[in-house]
């Protein structure tokens, strides 16, 4: 009971913290690459559906399409507001791919902190997604910030396995950074959620 009681604490605090996407354009519904620079040599892309039959946008009118080479990348940059301690990330985002074997063409996300002179100072990444089955796969996780961090590089990576085109492709990409409580301020959560759970149990007797 405990532990559920502070699962539940936790989630209302951090949900309270949450705001939109850090991200411009996460899914490129301006119809370009608005926000994004490009890397590898795949020349990734906008796409409405018409690269590959049956492979339609998670949401709305376009997706980033992998191109055509062996890799490429889209990164954009997000500045975090100046170094703080106690930050999490909070990355989301949709797969797919074209079904051509196993592995088929497939990607992941790629999260570079940076300093406030720019230098890096560590990265961390996703599971590679490969849903080549004829639906969207999301992926959702949580990644500690460095208390330096001035900036990241948020890249999603496009990986060729199977033919010359890169038919991977991303939609709906959010990221958030938000703080994470003091062990006061949960304390006093955890005793809010107990008293609410312990008023609900008496009106039900």
Request: charge should be negative; avoid cysteine.
């Amino acid at each position: 009971m405990r532990t559920k009681i502070a699962l539940a604490a936790a989630t209302l605090i951090f949900a309270g913290s949450a705001h939109a996407s850090l991200l411009i354009n996460g899914g490129a519904e301006t119809g370009d690459l608005t926000g994004w620079t490009v890397g590898g040599n795949s020349k990734p892309r906008i796409d409405d559906g018409s690269f590959d039959l049956g492979i339609d946008p998670h949401s709305g009118n376009y997706m980033f399409l992998g191109g055509r080479g062996s890799y490429g990348s889209l990164t954009q940059n997000v500045l975090l507001g100046g170094a703080a301690a106690n930050r999490r990330a909070s990355v989301s985002f949709w797969q797919q791919g074209l079904d051509q074997d196993t592995p088929s063409d497939n990607g992941y996300i790629s999260l570079t902190w940076r300093g406030a002179d720019g230098n890096v100072l560590g990265s961390v990444a996703t599971p590679t997604l490969d849903s080549h089955y004829g639906a969207w796969q999301q992926y959702q996780g949580w990644f500690d910030v460095p208390a330096s961090a001035f900036s990241v590089d948020y890249t999603m990576n496009f990986n060729r396995n199977v033919g010359l085109d890169l038919d991977n492709f991303f939609d709906d990409n959010m990221l958030d950074v938000f703080k994470v409580p003091e062990p006061g301020t949960l304390a006093l959560s955890l005793l809010g959620v107990a008293a609410i759970a312990s008023a609900r149990r008496r009106r039900s007797r």
